[in-house]
């Protein structure tokens, strides 16, 4: 009995042990926990390293002496022990569409300074987050290296440089480890084998760190058994090998191998990870086909292969793999029909596919219905390919769609009325397509996520009513090229989120409502140009406060509104603007301007221009062409340091140009023909803006010489300076224009601040008035290819010098209407890109030299009334050429109809005294002639007089050739007379005609 009862009694012992000790030990840890302090000399540990931060907005103000440190911003502390386990001292990155504010806050509260080594005291801390602070561009401390207790540690983008130390392969219980840096010229090592210490590292994150010198980087990151995750993201690797072991890596989930410049086929290892999930190899110069070996990467989630050089067709195996989410193979050379790819995909990816980008791949053929199967699709892109035909009705069956892009292609039609049925829908881009037709109100009664529409360049009508309000608020639309006229869309009132607007070309011919711009504030990006809106614009400041206004090509009228100073461009040309603009100036005139590109040309605008352009100076464009502005050009005009191209043409600007120009060093475009500019051609335009490529100071009162100094332009391509009181003759040092001297296209660019885009939208092109082949015209888009020297209307004197033929590349010389003696340049053949030559009225003499012939592009030629006497050289191009070319001259010969052998003038090639023996030279041209003539003669006729076979056989090859001849003219006679009966066709005029040579503009 009582040994029956003891198991009883032991056993109901350990029920009560563990009844009550959960309890014991809860109320024991809980008074223990509210004593529980941070262990003294870690709390020293962590003040001496606040002393060594750079604190700015005080994020660690709870880190005072006193204080318990296991309650501290940033620090974690183990429950139990109190010891310092984890720091988190990350500064959170705003993104990148944040405000300026928001980078200006971030800014604020980055830490910096130096790491203190006391952290060392810090025995247990397992978790070291310091990314995304400024610790200006110092090295990682070595130190770091002996922390072993660290199980990850993340120093992405804190602005750390220099070598990794190798001391961090020390770290072996490091778990996670990231050195991402964004840093300009950041971090580098010289080889990886320090990973080899990191036996349990499955995160390793080394974006942006310069490899170029790891040639063996696959056989280290192959001695980490456990990594799952590997970025190597822009690291300058320097190959990825084609055959290499990679069995240690068979865990590996996440691959990041992109923007890294390969110049290689994709190896066959890569396909070998059957546990890969991301794959991401954009942007590496991969070269050669996919292989169907894609098949085997059964666990992907998402593949990224964009931005290669990939090319041939997608292997079907890609269908296979059924767990994939993500395909994104846009940017190749695939050349294949889209339906194809379509079906190869449609298995068992259908309900699961999620992103399908395609876009730039070279596709075509039609968008069938097969793509309605996959129905979970939320991101579709095939835009710009080649893909036709009308857009498939199935497209609004694709209920889960939130981004659509099927922009620059060439569907046809117009957009079908179940498209509104997305009603997820927030993106919509169908932009330059050839579609056609109305589109009704109807079409966007459902589209209420809608916050992006892009539908431009497609000739589409919208019918909408004027007081139809939209169901969605955009945050950008372009309908360039759409119909919504005559009357302004009411409706864009309603778009209360707006900030992007380009309603160009769209046949509005109305007032812009009030309305309209009080909304316009709120935008960045405005573009209504090439219509017809008329009215005054309100003058307030805070209406013009988009980074980018295009108004341009309107009725617009009244006074220049008033801009904010945040403009970056602002066209407001070819309207019916008016007044004054010093207003315009000189508003809040010691305000800095961000504008760069400004645009008034062709409007009605007058008066001097204001004193007051000293904050203007981030002004590369400023075009104030073709207005009624008078007076000097303001000295603080010199205070644009940054500009690039100076348009004042067509004014009635008069006195010097000022001196203070000279500061402007980066002009590439003087343009200041037709005004009242007097005084001599300042030397310092040769000396200070070396990077000029167009001088025109056409038709002003220029007096002087030209400026020896101007030679020193070596960049310049058009050089006009006609109509003017110039005298002295040409400089010699012409020569120096390098860029006329050859065909290449310069290196320096006309459009250089082109290079910036607005919102998708680049500026417009330069353009200058030309006087070339006799006619004024405006070049745009070739005008980089022009090459040009106009010197005539002026009183210059003297020979044309012989270094003008060096400028081989140049294409137009003008030196008309001077006095210029001499004979024109006997080596003026070899300017072999001359398309236009004048030297008209003027006092050339001599003959027209013969190397003209082989101006073979030469198709406008001037060389009237001066004293040329002799033949005009025979060749294609002159005798082409128009007989009042050549007039006022003492010339002979085609295409002139003067025989050169009557009227007393003399031919080229008649028969002059020799100077040695003063007898007549003998032409041998006509004896060898005649000497040809009688050996070829007797060569063939003598041999047939003496054999009498041949003789026969001569005589039989013309009798058969004879039969077959009069067969072929009687066939054509008889097909002729046939067609001409049936059809009552008749000759009216020649079937070929003339061809001629014309240069394009």
């Given at each position: ?619 590369e464009v400023l075009n104030l062409g073709n207005n009624n502005f008078s007076g000097s050009i303001p000295a603080s005009m010199g205070s644009l340091t940054n500009l690039h191209s100076l348009h004042l043409y ?352």
């Amino acid at each position: 009995m009582e040994a029956s009862f003891r198991p009883s009694v032991s056993f109901l012992f350990l029920f009560l042990a563990f009844l009550f000790l959960p309890n014991f030990f809860f109320f024991f840890c809980t008074g223990l926990l509210s004593e529980l302090r941070c262990v003294d000399t870690e709390r020293q540990a962590l003040l001496n390293f606040k002393q060594h931060l750079i604190d700015s907005s005080n994020r660690l103000s709870s880190w005072t002496a006193h204080g318990d440190c296991c309650h501290w911003g940033g620090v974690v502390c183990h429950n139990l022990t109190g010891h310092v386990q984890e720091l988190h001292l990350r500064t959170f990155y705003p993104g990148d569409s944040a405000t300026e504010e928001q980078y200006e806050a971030y800014g604020r509260s980055m830490f910096g300074g130096k790491l203190n080594p006391s952290l060392l005291d810090l025995k247990h801390l397992n978790y070291f987050d310091l990314s995304f602070n400024d610790f200006s561009a110092s090295p990682i401390p070595p130190f770091l290296g002996s922390m072993k207790s660290l199980t990850s540690l993340n120093l992405s983008n804190a602005g750390f440089v220099g070598l990794i130390p190798h001391q961090l392969g020390n770290l072996s219980n490091l778990l996670f480890l990231n050195l991402e840096s964004y840093w300009i010229g950041g971090l580098y090592v010289n080889n990886l084998e320090w990973l080899s210490g990191l036996p349990l590292l499955q995160h390793l994150d080394m974006s942006y760190v310069n490899l170029s010198k790891v040639s063996d980087w696959v056989q280290l990151t192959n001695t980490l058994p456990s990594l799952l995750d590997l970025r190597l993201h822009y690291c300058q690797l320097p190959f990825i090998p084609l055959v290499v072991d990679v069995h240690n890596m068979t865990s590996l989930r996440h691959l990041d191998l992109s923007e890294n410049n390969f110049n290689s086929s994709i190896p066959n290892w890569l396909y070998s990870f059957s546990r890969l999930e991301f794959l991401n190899l954009q942007y590496s110069n991969l070269q050669g086909t996919i292989s169907s070996a894609i098949g085997n990467l059964t666990s992907a989630i998402s593949i990224d292969l964009s931005s290669n050089e990939l090319g041939g067709k997608l292997p079907r195996s890609l269908g296979n793999l059924c767990n994939l989410r993500e395909i994104k193979l846009s940017s190749n050379k695939w050349s294949q029909e889209i339906s194809e790819i379509l079906e190869s995909l449609s298995g068992c990816l259908s309900d699961r596919l999620e992103i399908l980008d395609l876009s730039s791949s070279q596709l075509h053929g039609h968008l069938t219905d097969e793509l309605g199967v996959f129905k979970n699709l939320v991101k579709l892109s095939f835009e710009d390919n080649s893909i036709s035909g009308p857009l498939p009705v199935c497209l609004g069956k694709l209920s889960s769609l939130r981004m659509l892009n099927l922009g620059k292609n060439q569907f046809k039609g117009t957009l079908p009325q179940n498209l509104g049925q997305l009603s997820k829908l927030e993106v919509l881009y169908i932009y330059s397509n050839v579609l056609k037709g109305v589109v009704s109100e109807v079409l966007f009664a459902n589209l209420t996520s809608l916050r992006s529409l892009d539908a431009g360049g497609n000739q589409l009508t919208l019918k909408a009513s004027q007081n139809w309000i939209p169901p969605f608020q955009l945050e950008t639309l372009s309908l360039q090229s759409w119909n919504l006229g005559p009357k302004f869309p009411q409706w864009l009132c309603s778009q209360r989120r707006m900030l992007s607007l380009d309603i160009s070309y769209t046949q509005i011919s109305d007032m812009a409502p009030p309305s309209f711009w009080n909304l316009s504030s709120q935008f960045q990006h405005l573009n209504l140009s090439h219509n017809l809106i008329n009215g005054e614009i309100p003058n307030s400041p805070v209406i013009l406060s988009a980074s980018v206004i295009d108004l341009s090509s309107n009725h617009f009228k009244g006074s220049l509104p008033c801009i904010s100073s945040n403009v970056y461009m602002l066209d407001l040309s070819n309207n019916s603007f008016s007044r004054s603009i010093s207003h315009f100036f000189c508003f809040r005139v010691n305000e800095p301007k961000n504008m760069e590109h400004l645009n008034l040309e062709k409007n009605l605008l007058s008066g001097k221009i204001p004193d007051c352009l000293m904050n203007w100076n981030n002004l590369e464009v400023l075009n104030l062409g073709n207005n009624n502005f008078s007076g000097s050009i303001p000295a603080s005009m010199g205070s644009l340091t940054n500009l690039h191209s100076l348009h004042l043409y067509n004014n009635k600007f008069s006195e010097k140009l000022p001196s203070s120009l000279k500061n402007c060093e980066r002009l590439v475009i003087i343009d200041v023909v037709e005004n009242r500019f007097a005084g001599n051609i300042p030397s310092w335009i040769g000396h200070r803006c070396t990077s000029l490529m167009i001088l025109s100071l056409r038709s002003n009162y220029f007096h002087g010489h030209i400026p020896k100094e101007l030679c020193a332009l070596t960049s310049l391509q058009i050089l006009d300076l006609s109509h003017n009181k110039l005298y002295g003759s040409i400089p010699r040092c012409v020569k120096n224009f390098s860029a006329m001297a050859t065909n290449n296209i310069s290196n320096h660019h006309l459009n250089s601040y082109n290079d910036s885009y607005y919102y998708g939208e680049t500026l417009p092109l330069e353009s200058a008035l030309l006087v070339i082949k006799g006619n004024i015209l405006e070049y745009s888009t070739i005008l980089q290819l022009v090459k040009s020297i106009d010197f005539s209307k002026n009183n210059l004197s003297g020979e044309i010098p012989k270094e003008v033929t060096s400028l081989q590349g140049l294409q137009s010389l003008n030196l008309s209407y001077n006095f210029l003696i001499g004979s024109i340049l006997e080596n003026i053949g070899t300017m072999g890109s001359l398309e236009s030559i004048d030297f008209s009225l003027n006092q050339l003499s001599g003959q027209i030299p013969s190397s003209m012939s082989s101006l073979t592009f030469l198709n406008h030629l001037n060389l009237s009334n001066n004293k040329l006497t002799g033949k005009i050289p025979l060749s294609t191009q002159l005798q082409s050429l128009n007989p009042s070319s050549f007039v006022g001259n003492k010339l002979c010969g085609p295409p002139l109809t003067v025989n050169c052998t009557t009227n007393g003038v003399k031919p080229n090639n008649e028969n002059i005294r020799s100077k040695a023996t003063g007898g007549l030279e003998v032409d041998w041209f006509y004896v060898s002639m005649a000497l040809g003539f009688v050996v070829g003669f007797w060569s063939v006729c003598g041999n047939l007089l003496l054999n009498k076979q041949w003789r026969i056989m001569y005589f039989q090859f013309l009798d058969h050739l004879g039969y077959k001849l009069k067969g072929v003219v009687s066939l054509i006679f008889k097909t002729g007379w046939f067609i001409f009966k049936s059809h009552g066709y008749a000759c009216k005029g020649p079937i070929l005609k003339e061809p001629r040579t014309l240069w394009a503009h």
